[in-house]
Structures are given as structure tokens and as C-alpha cells.
């Protein structure tokens, strides 16, 4: 098949949404179909050079900064009316859309012109994330505003692939009555298979026998990681010497290190950035005796299958995504979120060497669940679906595009 995906984020911007995307997109490609991705381009100097890929096609958009959000970018308009007409002249089978702003514009109007059948993945829960991005405006406000657009654009598609079923039950709330079908995104358990958790700590001059808890997110407001450096303020009075190991980049770092100050924590909590996916991140996973999450905002939460499958004991709250990922998960504790609750799932975890060796044993059984492999045979079943059901438009396409590109 022909598949083209759309998107107004991608690496070098890391997030799960670059990551899920980048997994569709890998194993599509590898089972033999014709994959062409188009995002932003976040300028010289960012290394999304390092991300391009030889196995599959990406075409890169000119887009500028978003003031409230620095890390992102938005396609400049004038680059979606130079684009259309030349998508349009080529054959799609399917149009992929995965974010709602610019890409998602363009994918309905491509659409509109060819009559390709759109899928759009929904991948962030935008109700709950809203508002730590425009803290100004009325909390109320902000969630009508999320629901009426998340149901305008969702109706905007043929159909919708959701995470998870409670995703599912969220845009029933909203009214949506577009079809949808629940598909995680997984990961391919071949890139998991590694990870020296020993190196990472010679490196970092980390203690062999320190314990350690690691959590690895994007540093925001709604990832809720302020609450486990609570936990682990609560956790130094039953271990002295604890680190915490956190991965990855956001606009709450600067926060986040502040807090971690004031909590007393400069001895016990190092942040590492962004780290590279395929070395220094698994080894980051595996140098802890537990990886720990609270976000209440996932849609799926591939951060716990990555752990579940490198073998690390996991604590985390149970939130939408997540409770879809950790039911029944012989490789996890689930706790409320609640600071001496969750300090002392995390504390049994760290004291008992037997419990942590079953929690990491269970661990790689339970990712099979979420591997690519029988995950994308369920989406490619679903394109040809869809367009068998929808044949293309007989008409000349790039006359069509450049008139809606007008």
C-alpha cells in the first residue's frame, strides 16, 4: 500500500507521539508497503537530521515557534498551499493524520481532492493538557473549547484509531459518532533487547549498590513528576542514599530543579535530558531497581511497555492509558496517587532483591502483548478496509488541490 502520514510533530522533538509514530511508520515500511511521513522542519542546528530515515520518505515542512510552547512548531500556512497540489498528483491508498492542527488541515483537504479514505490517530488527551499550556483562561472554558474542536475535527475523518478503549469512552462523552477502532501503538520489542544498566551508572559514577528509581518523560506539567520527587523526599528517610534518574526534556525542567531543591534532593535526583534511544536510554531504564510513573493524562503510556520489556520493576498509578497497559501486568505495582502510598509500593520494591527479580523476569512476557508485529497487521487490514470502501475520485486531482489551496 501507499500510506502517507501527516503529522505537526516528529523527532527531533521527543514525545509519544513522535515515538508511536515513528513505530507505524518503521513497521510499515519493513512488511514491504510505501510509507511517506510529512512534518515540520525545526531548522539547522536541531539534529532532526539524525532522525531522517533511509526506510521511508520524509518531507519536511517550514514552520515557525509557538510562543507558548517553544519546543513545538506550526507549519506556516503558505507551505500547506505549496505542498497540496504536489501530494495530490501522487497515489495514496490511505491518508494517516496524527495531530489536530495544520497536518490535520491538510490531510482533509487532500482528501477532499482525491477522495482517499483519512484515518486520525488520537493521540493526546488535550481536555487535561490544555490548561497547563494557557494557565490564564478559565479552566471551564479551556475544556468546552477542547471537546467542541476535538469533536469538530474528529468528524472531520473516516475513522478514528484510539489507543484505548478509555479514550474510546472520553469521545463518546464528546459526542463524536465518527467509527473508531482500538489499536495500540506498541513498539517493536527487537530495540528493547538491550541496555546495560551497570555502564550507565560506571559512567555516571553511580553507586552499584545505590538504590535507584528512573522515570523517562517529556519534563511537563501534566506528566505529574513533581509528585514522585515528593515520593522520593518521603523515601530518603527509609534510604539515605536513593537516586532518582530522570530522562528526557520540557518546559517544567526548570521547575522541576527548583523543587528538587528546595526538597533537599541535590544529592539524590540527577537529571540527563534527552537521551540517546537506541544506547544511553536503555541503559538509563536498566540501571534503575524500579521505574516509576504518575502521569494521569496518557492515552496509552509506551514509556511502561518500554520498561515491561528491558526487565525493569515497575510502580506506577493506573490513569487511563496506563490502567488499559498495566491490567493484569505481573511486571508491575499499581498504587493511588498518593505520596506515602506510592513511597511504599516503591519502598517493598527497593528492600526485597526477590520481589524486583520477579517483577523483572514477568516483565518481558508482558510486553509481548504490545509487540508491532501482530499490531500492524490489525492496521493494514483496517487501510485496505478503508479503501476498498472508498475508491479515488475520477477527476484531475491537481486541478481539484489547486483550487482548494486557494
Request: with cysteine; aromatic share 8%; glycine share 6%.
Amino acid at each position: 500500500m501507499n500510506i502517507l502520514m501527516l503529522s505537526d510533530v516528529y523527532f527531533p522533538r521527543v514525545n509519544g507521539v513522535s515515538t508511536s509514530i515513528r513505530t507505524f511508520a518503521q513497521s510499515l515500511a519493513r512488511s514491504g508497503h510505501a510509507v511517506t511521513l510529512v512534518v515540520p522542519d525545526y531548522g539547522p542546528g536541531s539534529g532532526q537530521e539524525l532522525h531522517d530515515s533511509d526506510e521511508f520518505e520524509i518531507v519536511r515542512l517550514q514552520a515557525r515557534v509557538i510562543f507558548f510552547d517553544p519546543e513545538d512548531r506550526l507549519i506556516r500556512a503558505p507551505e500547506l498551499r505549496r505542498i497540496l497540489p504536489q501530494l495530490a498528483q501522487r497515489h495514496w491508498d490511505v491518508i494517516h493524520i496524527h495531530t489536530p492542527f495544520r497536518a490535520h488541515r491538510l490531510g482533509v483537504q487532500l482528501a477532499q481532492a482525491s477522495g482517499r479514505p483519512t484515518v486520525e490517530t488520537y493521540h493526546t488527551y488535550f481536555e487535561e493538557y490544555i490548561g497547563h499550556y494557557l494557565p490564564w483562561a478559565p479552566a471551564p472554558l479551556l475544556r468546552f473549547v477542547a471537546r467542541r474542536v476535538s469533536r469538530t475535527l474528529c468528524h472531520g475523518v473516516d475513522h478514528l484509531i484510539v489507543p484505548t478503549a478509555q479514550m474510546v469512552e472520553v469521545l463518546d462523552r464528546y459526542g463524536v459518532t465518527t467509527p473508531s477502532t482500538v489499536l495500540p501503538t506498541g513498539i517493536d520489542l527487537s530495540e528493547f533487547a538491550r541496555g546495560d544498566g551497570a555502564r550507565f551508572r560506571a559512567e555516571h559514577e553511580i553507586d552499584a549498590r545505590r538504590p535507584t528509581i528512573v522515570t523517562v518523560s517529556r519534563l511537563a506539567v501534566e506528566k505529574n513528576i513533581a509528585f514522585l520527587l515528593q515520593v522520593a523526599r518521603r523515601l530518603i528517610a527509609d534510604f539515605p542514599e536513593l537516586m532518582f534518574i530522570i530522562a528526557g526534556e520540557g518546559p517544567d525542567a526548570e521547575r522541576l530543579k527548583r523543587l528538587s531543591k528546595e526538597f533537599g534532593l541535590e544529592r539524590n535526583v540527577r537529571f540527563f535530558g534527552n537521551l540517546d534511544r537506541r544506547t544511553s536510554l536503555l541503559d538509563a531504564y536498566r540501571a534503575g531497581d524500579a521505574f516509576v510513573f504518575a502521569s494521569p493524562t496518557e492515552t496509552q503510556g509506551l514509556v511502561l511497555i518500554e520498561a515491561m520489556a528491558l526487565g525493569v520493576p515497575i510502580v506506577s498509578t493506573a490513569v487511563m492509558g496506563t490502567a488499559t497497559v498495566l491490567r493484569g501486568a505481573r511486571s508491575a505495582v499499581v498504587s493511588e496517587e498518593n505520596v506515602e502510598a506510592f513511597a511504599r509500593h516503591v519502598g517493598d520494591v527497593l528492600r526485597s532483591p526477590q520481589r524486583r527479580a520477579e517483577l523483572a523476569a514477568a516483565g518481558p512476557l508482558d510486553a509481548r502483548a504490545w509487540s508491532t508485529e501482530g499490531l500492524m497487521e490489525q492496521v493494514v487490514a483496517l487501510y485496505q478496509r478503508l479503501a476498498q470502501a472508498k475508491p479515488a475520485l475520477m477527476t484531475t486531482t491537481s486541478t481539484t488541490a489547486t483550487e482548494l489551496s486557494r
